[in-house]
């Protein structure tokens, strides 16, 4: 077992591979993802292996997490993804989390951010994590809500068009 390999009732977590190509993909160029996070310009398997190693697979040698698969425990499933996400731009890392549109509404967002946040207090001693999500994503904004984090104000990100709104934990308000 990897050290961010993350385990729930009915998910597993765990650090993105090469072999995971086709399912980051699929994710990126699903009609949500592009309107919600953006448009990661992922057009072909070679693509996504390239964005597995150059963002979350950097982000685990460079800061020790990153955003890892989600799976179903039962049959290995891959539903999306979820971790923690370090910008130059932000104090602290922020929660992020996609899922296939077909996975949506079965609390699986909610379930993998807790773990998460579980995870970055516990193990990796991360005591700020922050959120980030566009202004018209709701389902984004009832996740970092049922996660603790609250609103705390608009702000500019670099490579991010639009305003993003800035979420913080509840306590830290």
């Not at 919600?36 to 697979?57: E, H, T």
Request: glycine letters at 10%.
């Amino acid at each position: 077992m990897h050290a961010l390999d993350i385990e729930t009732p009915r998910l597993r977590l765990r650090p993105l591979q090469e072999q995971d190509a086709p399912f980051i993909l699929e994710l990126l160029n699903e009609p949500a993802f592009i309107a919600n996070i953006g448009d990661k310009d992922v057009r072909d398997l070679d693509g996504a292996r390239q964005y597995i190693a150059k963002g979350p697979q950097a982000s685990y040698q460079q800061h020790g997490h990153g955003l890892l698969l989600v799976e179903l425990s039962d049959d290995a499933t891959p539903v999306g993804i979820c971790g923690l996400v370090k910008r130059d731009c932000l104090p602290h890392p922020d929660i992020g989390y996609a899922f296939l549109e077909r996975h949506w509404g079965r609390g699986y967002a909610c379930e993998a951010g807790a773990a998460c946040l579980d995870h970055a207090r516990d193990v990796l001693n991360i005591g700020v994590v922050v959120g980030i999500t566009a202004p018209h994503n709701q389902g984004s904004i009832r996740v970092l809500e049922k996660l603790g984090l609250r609103y705390d104000r608009l702000l500019e990100l670099p490579g991010i068009e639009g305003p993003s709104l800035y979420f913080v934990p509840a306590e830290e308000k």
